[in-house]
T-cell receptor
Framework: SQQGEEDPQALSIQEGENATMNCSYK?????LQWYRQNSGRGLVHLIL?????REKHSGRLRVTLDTSKKSSSLLITASRAADTASYFC?????????????FGAGTRLFVKA | GAVVSQHPSRVICKSGTSVKIECRSL??????MFWYRQFPKQSLMLMAT?????????EQGVEKDKFLINHASLTLSTLTVTSAHPEDSSFYIC?????????????FGPGTRLTVT
């Protein structure tokens, strides 16, 4: 099962520009995490934001969380060609089937050099 | 940080055979592990929750007789794809929470790419 939607599904930008990806979810959460995945590779954990936090920074990454709207955004500033990857949000919390981490559909980011 | 390994990283098998994938937590114990499947250009779909000492919990639509899960110890969960078919070809990823089943610290394995010919 997937928690919700991410938009855009795909994003193409020039190096140096900022990239913003959004994630919506459906149920109550303990935390929300963002991951990066290069083509055919495993997941790289980027950042975790707890349900009682509204914003978090890590390097060029800025994550916001709005629990009233059940949404989160990931901003990558001053993008680089190496940022080209798929980005997924994942929510952790209690569902009808127990405690789970569920992934969004993902955004494919392409940064042109 | 904590490490979760998977073995093999890549496997090719013939249709009708069974394939076993191992997921190990290398430096912590995990009473719960999770198995995900990812088709090309799609997201990770949770398949099942593996529980040490008890039966796995499967997500809706996942055939438990086809995807056998055994949580043999506090550091090892195995996923066996039985009677594999080409449509089972996918990227399989496991994860384990370090601080208990409800831990924020979820660590993912590097994935296993299964190709069924």
């Amino acid at each position: 099962s997937q928690q919700g939607e991410e938009d855009p599904q795909a994003l193409s930008i020039q190096e140096g520009e900022n990239a913003t990806m959004n994630c919506s979810y459906k149920t109550s959460i303990n935390n929300l995490q963002w991951y990066r995945q290069n083509s055919g590779r495993g997941l790289v954990h980027l950042i975790l934001i707890r349900s009682n936090e509204r914003e978090k920074h890590s390097g060029r990454l800025r994550v916001t969380l709005d629990t009233s709207k059940k949404s989160s955004s990931l901003l990558i500033t001053a993008s680089r060609a190496a940022d080209t990857a798929s980005y997924f949000c994942a929510t952790a919390g209690i569902t009808s089937g127990g405690f789970k981490t569920i992934f969004g559909a993902g955004t494919r980011l392409f940064v042109k050099a | 940080g904590a490490v979760v390994s998977q073995h093999p990283s890549r496997v090719i098998c013939k249709s009708g055979t069974s394939v076993k994938i191992e997921c190990r937590s290398l430096d912590f114990q995990a009473t719960t592990m999770f198995w995900y499947r990812q088709f090309p250009k799609q997201s990770l779909m949770l398949m099942a929750t593996s529980n040490e000492g008890s039966k796995a919990t499967y997500e809706q639509g996942v055939e438990k007789d086809k995807f056998l899960i055994n949580h043999a110890s506090l550091t090892l969960s195995t996923l066996t794809v039985t009677s594999a078919h080409p449509e089972d070809s996918s990227f399989y990823i496991c994860s384990a929470p370090k601080g208990g089943p409800r831990s924020y610290e979820q660590y993912f394995g590097p994935g296993t790419r299964l190709t069924v010919t």
